[in-house]
Each structure stands twice: as structure tokens, then as C-alpha cells.
């Protein structure tokens, strides 16, 4: 076996220098945070691009083999068609991956990267999430010594969904099919945006945490799915990213419609439902109207190429949802 100078496991930044993000909660066996529907389209044709490494092997860049840590990129890289590609996931991926992907070796998460397993699945390219300023010497030293492409995705918001999108579509030699979803994604979002252009804006807040308390706030992608769908996100004025918040502030905020993060959880059974009843104790109006849903679905906080299918739940459980289809 290959012998280096780094650790069999590596630690990244503390929890509060990861992305500020939902992905970045995921863990408990569940995703806590449904940041992060797949669908894998077939591979088509591909035109073979250079990987955005300059240390590439001479001859011709290797056959794509890529190392994700990023359960959202693993989802954008399926959607893509990219499948084959994978080599290696993170360990919160397997309960969002089709069988015959459920065997992929697990190469670390947020939190720790696995170098020897890295090295065991020989990636041509490792993808990562992290704020670029927090990106460790360590691990740069490490793709570039194994002459691995380390691909940094941004997804906090829908214009570094797209563009992350496109990355991912030229490492892959799926440009082309990158640009016709990205465009197909900004076509269904504009058409339900329009769709509830005339509606009224109900103040909504989104909790994509319960313990502890975690709402959605400005310039998230979830925040503008929620615009998108006609809602006026009050987490907002809580600040930007995904802020804590207590219960009297949540109380404080009057929403008229409460969102609860419980992904991968059963959907909701009704009012009498034990995951619903203290939601709607509280003196809010959303509780008073019974407009208080779950949002279970395992993608429903990725930030995905179909992250339209989140957009089309918001519109429907925001103006005129039934608590008993709060799925997503």
C-alpha cells in the first residue's frame, strides 16, 4: 500500500467553520436538515474535458473517478447521469442512493475525510464543500501530492447551485447536459413563481432544525424557494444563512405558516400527531389555522437540479395545503 505523511483520518474544521448550510447538519442516522428527488438520466454522450487540475498525468487526463463528500454533489452528479463515475461517497449518502450504489466505499463526511480509504479508491476527483478561506493546507497538500482534483461546490444559494451544477457537468464531460437542466430548473422555478406572482405573501418561517432551534434565513437557497412559491420568509429578519432562534422569538416572528424540517421521518398523520401537537400549542397564527406542516422529504433541504420538486411542495402546503400530504 501507498505510505504518506498524512493521518488515516482527517479532521476538518470545527462544526461552526463548516458550510453554513443545511447539508452541513446532517447525521443521527436522519438527515437534520432536509438541505440536501433523484433521478438518474442515462450518460449520453460525453466530450472529454479536462479536469480543472494542473497536475495532471501526461498523455491525456485518466477516466473521471470521482471521491464525493458532499451529499447534495452526489445528488447533482445522479442527476447528471454521472453515476458511473462515482467511486467513493459520503457516510450520509447510502440511504439516498439506488441499490446498486449502496455498496460504493465511504470516504468521509463533513467533518473527517478518510485519507486511506481516498487513496484506496484512487479518485482522479475529490469533492468538496467547505468556505474557501477554511480550505486546510493539509488536504490541498494531500490532492495535489495524489494528483487529485479537488473540486470545491458552493450551495448555499440557487446561483452557486448552477454554477456549482456546471462544475460538476465539465469534470464529468456532461456539459452540455449540465446546461440544458440548469435551464430547464430555471424555467419550472420561473414558472411557479409566476404561478403565485398575484397571490398573497403569507408570513412563513421554515425550521430546519428543532434541537436545537434553526430557521431558514436570508440568502439561502431555501429562502428563495420560498419567495419563488409565494411566500414571504420572515426568518429572514433573523439574519443570513441558517440562524438559531428560541422559541419566543419563533413565537415573536407571528408566522402564519410554520415549516418543520423532519427529513426522512414518516409524513405527518394529523393534528393529533406527537411531532405536530407542541407546533400547535404555540400562540402563532399558523397553530390557530392549522397550517403547520412537516416536510419529510430526504431532498427536500439539498440543493439539487430538482430542487423545483421542494418549490412545487412550498406553493402547494403555503397557499392551500392539506396537513395530512405534507410530504415532499
Excluded at 438520466?41 to 479536462?50: D, E, F, H, T, Y
Excluded at 434541537?211 to 411566500?231: C, E, H, S
Excluded at 424540517?261 to 399558523?286: F, H, I, K, S, Y
Aim: contains cysteine; proline residues 9%.
Amino acid at each position: 500500500m501507498m505510505t504518506h505523511a498524512y493521518p488515516s483520518r482527517y479532521s476538518l474544521p470545527p462544526r461552526g467553520h463548516a458550510p453554513a448550510g443545511p447539508s452541513a447538519f446532517l447525521g443521527r442516522g436522519a438527515l437534520l436538515a432536509s438541505i440536501l428527488a433523484m433521478l438518474i438520466l442515462p450518460a449520453g454522450c460525453r466530450k472529454k474535458n479536462s479536469l480543472p487540475w494542473r497536475h495532471m498525468p501526461a498523455g491525456g487526463a485518466p477516466p473521471v473517478r470521482i471521491a464525493c463528500t458532499v451529499p447534495a454533489a452526489t445528488q447533482i452528479l445522479l442527476q447528471l447521469g454521472a453515476a458511473g463515475d462515482l467511486v467513493g461517497v459520503s457516510s450520509f449518502d447510502r440511504p439516498l442512493l439506488p441499490p446498486r450504489l449502496q455498496s460504493l466505499p465511504i470516504v468521509g463526511n463533513y467533518l473527517h475525510l478518510d485519507y486511506e480509504t481516498v487513496l484506496n479508491v484512487k479518485p482522479t476527483v475529490l469533492v468538496v464543500q467547505m468556505a474557501p478561506t477554511r480550505l486546510p493546507l493539509s488536504l490541498t497538500h494531500f490532492a495535489r501530492r495524489n494528483r487529485i482534483a479537488l473540486v470545491n461546490v458552493r450551495l448555499n444559494t440557487l446561483q452557486q447551485l448552477y454554477a456549482s451544477a456546471k462544475l460538476l457537468g465539465s469534470v464529468t464531460g456532461l456539459t452540455a447536459r449540465a446546461a440544458r437542466m440548469i435551464a430547464d430548473a430555471q424555467a419550472r422555478l420561473a414558472a411557479i413563481h409566476r404561478r403565485y406572482a398575484l397571490a398573497s405573501h403569507p408570513r412563513v418561517v421554515f425550521l430546519i432544525s428543532t434541537q436545537p432551534l434553526m430557521a431558514v434565513g436570508k440568502k439561502t437557497f431555501l429562502d428563495q424557494l420560498i419567495r419563488v412559491a409565494g411566500g414571504n420568509n420572515v426568518g429572514e429578519k433573523l439574519g443570513s444563512g441558517y440562524p438559531a432562534l428560541t422559541r419566543e422569538t419563533l413565537v415573536d416572528l407571528k408566522p402564519q405558516i410554520l415549516l418543520i424540517g423532519l427529513p426522512g421521518e414518516p409524513v405527518a398523520t394529523g393534528p393529533a400527531d406527537p411531532r405536530m401537537v407542541p407546533w400547535l400549542a404555540l400562540p402563532v397564527p399558523a397553530a390557530k389555522r392549522h397550517q403547520v406542516y412537516l416536510v419529510t422529504g430526504r431532498r427536500s433541504q439539498f440543493a439539487t437540479l430538482q430542487s423545483y420538486k421542494t418549490a412545487e411542495l412550498f406553493g402547494h402546503l403555503i397557499h392551500g395545503g392539506n396537513i395530512r400530504k405534507s410530504g415532499g
